[in-house]
Every structure is written in C-alpha cells, then in structure tokens.
Nanobody, 115 residues
Framework: QVQLVESGGGLVQAGGSLRLSCVASGTIFSIITMGWYRQAPGKQREVVATITRSGSTNYADSVKGRFTISRDNAKNTVYLEMNNLKPEDTAVYYC?????????WGQGTQVTVSS
C-alpha cells in the first residue's frame, strides 16, 4: 500500500518562502507522474503543480512563476519550492500521483501565509 508523508509547511509572512517535501513508499515512484495538491478551508482540493517521470512540469496559473516542483527519484521524494507566498496560498498541501490519484492520501502539511 502506498504511503505518502508530507512535511515542510509552516507559518510565513506574505512574500516569504517555504519548501515542501513528500516521501512516497510502496510504489515504483520513478515511473509515476506526481502532483502537489492543496485544499483551502471551504474549497475543493486543487492541483497546483505536476512533474512527469522525465521531469516535465506544469503549474496552475495561480502559482506559475512562484512555485517550482522537482523530484529526486533516488529518494522517492517530490518537492515544492514556494516563493513570494500570498495569503491566498494558505491551505493544506498534499502530494499524490497525477492525473488519477491513489485512494489513500497523506496527512498533508499546513501552509499559512499572513498578510
């Protein structure tokens, strides 16, 4: 069974930066397209960035130019570098595969951006 463990969230001021990490186990990580998702209070979960096994990336318009997704297949880890954070980035961030997700999700990591 796949296990996903996210970390790196926290409380930052607007304009600040954070780096999220997600370790995946129980899967052949290197061949899977991975994504970072987020869910803000009262809103649906949305995908913010994806990365293919070869390293091709895509971003939601709302984070383009500010967030960078990367992966280390040797460590079964996907990262999300977040710069110039805005209050509207406040959410719980999760990783999962893309476009179809595994049924199980990790606990997520809370990102709170104060204005």
């Amino acid at each position: 069974q796949v296990q996903l463990v996210e970390s790196g969230g926290g409380l930052v001021q607007a304009g600040g930066s954070l780096r999220l990490s997600c370790v995946a186990s129980g899967t052949i990580f290197s061949i899977i397209t991975m994504g970072w998702y987020r869910q803000a209070p009262g809103k649906q979960r949305e995908v913010v960035a994806t990365i293919t096994r070869s390293g091709s990336t895509n971003y939601a318009d709302s984070v383009k130019g500010r967030f960078t997704i990367s992966r280390d297949n040797a460590k079964n880890t996907v990262y999300l570098e977040m710069n110039n954070l805005k209050p509207e980035d406040t959410a719980v961030y999760y990783c999962n595969k893309f476009p179809s997700t595994w049924t199980s999700w990790g606990q997520g990591t809370q990102v709170t951006v104060s204005s």
